[in-house]
Nanobody
């Protein structure tokens, strides 16, 4: 599967940014898509996921500020980020979860990830 994330950049604290991720070439059925991020010097962490049925899940610390949604017709995933804080600075990655697997399986594999996009929140 090819995943390409777009939309990163420099934004001031309190600002908004929308990331997008286009998926193509999947040889398997996709059960869900998600966003992760990795800040400098820190481990990768889950941001949000969305299943094919539209059920969403968020990291507790991000609820209310970030919204994940998906255009299934275009196989495109989005992440709307509002009220951004400097601690949101990270490389953001999109990923897909095949049917029959868990997000833990995805995290342990290199097969389901796209190249990240850098988000920098700074004044």
């Amino acid at each position: 599967v090819q995943l390409q994330a777009f939309g990163g950049g420099l934004v001031q604290p309190g600002g908004s940014l929308r990331l997008s991720c286009a998926a193509s070439g999947s040889g398997f059925r996709i059960a869900g898509m998600g966003w992760y991020r990795q800040a400098p010097g820190k481990s990768r962490e889950l941001v949000a996921t969305i299943s094919n049925s539209g059920r969403t899940s968020y990291a507790d610390s991000l609820k209310g500020r970030f919204t994940i949604f998906r255009d299934k017709t275009k196989s495109t995933l989005y992440l709307q980020m509002n009220s951004l804080k400097p601690e949101d600075t990270a490389v953001y990655y999109c990923a897909v979860r095949p049917y029959g697997s868990t997000w833990g399986d995805v995290e342990g594999s290199s097969d389901y990830w796209g190249q990240g996009t850098l988000v920098t929140v700074s004044s």
